[in-house]
């Protein structure tokens, strides 16, 4: 499946947007048409009539659907899973709430959740006393984000689920509370008052809006006319906003946010957009949300654990926990009767990725007894073992769905993608990125054999898997988030996957990551070509051109708990650390829950073709990771030559070994000559050739 991406993304339409209701931009010249194209956006009504309550997702319909799957169903061993694994997660009682956070909003839906489906008179109970304990606080500062929304979300789905069986004095005072607290932070946006109000990528403003949007429907048909009227206001601020979100939504499903920090966001967005369609019928998902399932799939690593379960791109760890993908799953699968979806997250389920603690309500919220899955991995060949989200610039190849598949991933692209480079002159939502375009992460099973950094406080090119000009990073380097106005001024420069072609024994992916670097270094030309002969070979290909002689340094970080041996000049080989825990974060320990199964021994043999001889220099050290949430130091490998040069060029291999013992194996023996437009490699079961043109 042979596949070239312009990365002038001229094609498709970047104005084109499948959801009807969205607000969009015409394309520059277009003639005035205000039917599609209003200069501003309508506000919506109420619907006629509203609803009967419960009408946020959790329908009479759906709730019987919940009940007889718990009875009966694929709940029924794990609906009990779920609520031990909540109560010994979020123990707090409501008597010692002092300042709202967002355990509270997951204990408060528990419950209501529970009473609704259930009927259980403890469960109401308990409810009673949250709801009183959290309306009794403060409202809190307009400038506050995601906390305040996130118990404003819980809050409105109590009031929408159990709100008849309440108390009128609590019902009461939690419309108040909803109503205070949601206009609270509903003006702050908008009198732009707070830095999120037109990030429309960004997980705060979904999260944000989500909780204002929520209160606004749970209000519709409050007793008070004033918050009836304060409900529908919430409700077109939260509808426009998101109306206008999904205009400039990624159309490969990704965010540039990306892995659990797109889950993070699209946990409240599809929420919000489940709880529109059972309140106006309105339908925001569009083939963004379908696309990301793709997206969400080809993430999870060959044999994900709770503790490790995705690539960490960003600002991201190695596990998706506190967002786990599962939930989402089951979301669109529903929306998009998607059965691999749903085989997916029930895969995940059973291995018991995301079941302990947090948003777990989302799972028997979300799922459709009614949507048979397709077993997953699907046992024969079409699930696809490559993919590329073409408008950020991200391809994952494996060799296999096997627990024991080897996993690559690459990334380039422009820093919030390729469509918004034509829709967007700012910061739209993607200063979780790093300045680590041309970076690659390799993993068996749940060991990774490379690291990548995570969450970074100073986003730095050094801590990634790509190359130095003269000691200097990537554009927007240098700051806690990603200098975007720094990136904004290279959108015109090439940037991104040029080449992606999956031939099924050999994958050739070629990045141009020439935009990526200031342009006073005059680098007109810099590319990394990987081919990917399945199942253990890797062959890193780099070229870089520049007016100007440069040192380039080539990057590639490791654990410094694996055993790291040089074999001979050029040649190094790793051997993953048996007593670490498969997937547990590298340097500091991210998290833990329990014994977490091996892959095995494997390890990764480097060997560097070119430079050579006297001309290579390397360096093998200790690196510090400065200000990182999860990995304090690695081991980085650095090869560069004996002089600066205008041009250079690297050719490294990167073997994957098996076995019992890695000591044992053999070197692998290679060469590799040029001719004018091609590299050929050949070596002991080695025989690549591909163009350089």
Not at 205 to 222: K, P, Q, R, Y
Not at 375 to 388: E, N, T, V
């Amino acid at each position: 499946m042979a596949q070239k991406y312009d990365p002038k993304c001229e094609s498709p339409d970047p104005f084109a947007c499948d959801v009807p209701t969205a607000f969009r931009l015409p394309a520059p010249g277009r003639e005035l048409d205000l039917d599609t194209y209003p200069v501003f956006a309508p506000l919506p009504d109420w619907p006629a009539p509203v609803p009967p309550k419960p009408r946020l997702i959790l329908t009479p319909d759906r709730i019987d659907a919940i009940r007889r799957d718990i009875e009966s169903g694929f709940l029924k061993d794990l609906w009990p899973k779920l609520w031990d694994e909540h109560r010994r997660h979020h123990s707090h009682t409501s008597d010692s709430l002092q300042e709202p956070n967002r355990e509270h909003g997951y204990i408060l839906v528990w419950r209501a959740m529970r009473w609704a489906i259930l009927r259980e008179p403890q469960m109401l109970d308990e409810s009673v006393r949250w709801i009183d304990a959290l309306a009794a606080r403060r409202i809190s500062d307009h400038r506050d984000s995601l906390t305040p929304t996130d118990v404003l979300a819980a809050m409105a789905l109590a009031l929408d689920w159990i709100g008849d069986a309440l108390p009128a004095a609590t019902a009461a005072a939690a419309r108040r509370w909803v109503a205070a607290q949601a206009a609270q932070i509903a003006r702050a946006a908008e009198a732009g008052a707070v830095w999120w109000a037109d990030c429309w990528l960004q997980n705060h403003l979904v999260v944000n809006e989500c909780g204002i949007g929520l209160s606004g429907m749970a209000l519709a048909d409050a007793p008070e006319p004033d918050l009836r009227q304060v409900g529908l206001d919430l409700y077109r601020h939260a509808l426009t906003g998101f109306r206008k979100a999904v205009f400039f939504q990624p159309p490969d499903g990704s965010t540039p946010e990306m892995c659990r920090y797109t889950y993070f966001m699209s946990e409240s967005q599809f929420l919000f957009f489940e709880a529109l369609r059972s309140f106006s019928g309105e339908d925001l998902f569009g083939n963004f949300a379908r696309r990301r399932i793709d997206y969400i799939i080809h993430q999870i690593i060959p044999a994900p654990t709770n503790d490790a379960d995705i690539l960490n791109w960003g600002d991201n760890g190695r596990s998706s926990w506190p967002h786990p993908p599962a939930g989402l799953l089951y979301c669109l699968a529903r929306r998009f009767r998607n059965s691999l979806a749903q085989g997916a997250a029930d895969w995940l389920v059973s291995r018991g990725v995301g079941i302990d603690r947090n948003k777990t309500w989302l799972i028997p919220l979300h799922r459709d007894p009614a949507l048979p899955p397709t077993p997953f991995p699907p046992p024969d060949a079409s699930l696809p073992r490559s993919y590329h989200a073409e408008d950020q610039g991200l391809v994952t190849l494996r060799s296999s769905w096997r627990d024991d598949a080897t996993m690559l991933g690459l990334l380039c692209g422009p820093f919030q993608g390729h469509r918004l480079r034509h829709l967007a002159d700012k910061d739209m939502g993607a200063a979780h990125r790093h300045p680590d375009n041309g970076s690659f992460q390799i993993c068996v099973g749940n060991t990774y054999l490379t690291v990548d950094p995570g969450y970074e406080y100073l986003k730095s090119t050094a801590n990634h898997n790509t190359i130095l000009v003269d000691g200097r990073g990537q554009t927007g380097e240098g700051n806690m988030w990603l200098n975007v106005n720094n990136c904004l001024t290279r959108e015109h420069v090439p940037l991104g996957i040029m080449h992606f072609e999956d031939a099924g024994d050999v994958c050739h992916v070629v990045a141009d990551v020439t935009g990526a670097y200031d342009p006073d270094l005059h680098i007109s030309r810099c590319t990394r070509r990987i081919v990917y002969s399945r199942p253990d070979l890797i062959v890193i290909h780099d070229r870089i051109d520049s007016e100007l002689p440069h040192e380039y340094r080539w990057l590639l970080h490791t654990d410094p708990k694996d055993r790291f041996n040089e074999i001979r000049p050029g040649y190094w080989r790793l051997e993953a650390a048996d007593a670490r825990p498969r997937g547990a974060a590298v340097g500091d320990v991210e998290r833990t829950t329990g014994p977490v199964p091996a892959t095995g021994n494997v390890g990764l043999d480097i060997c560097v073709l070119w430079p050579t001889g006297d001309d290579m220099c390397h360096d093998v050290r200790p690196h510090r990771v400065t200000r990182s949430r999860f990995v304090s130091e690695t081991r980085r490998l650095d090869l560069y030559k004996s002089r600066p040069h205008k041009a250079v060029e690297f050719l490294v291999l990167l073997r994957i070994l098996r076995a019992g013992n890695l000591s044992d194996l053999p070197p692998l023996e290679a060469a590799a000559k040029r001719t004018a437009d091609q590299v050929h490699l050949t070596g002991a079961g080695v025989q690549l050739t591909w163009n350089t043109t």
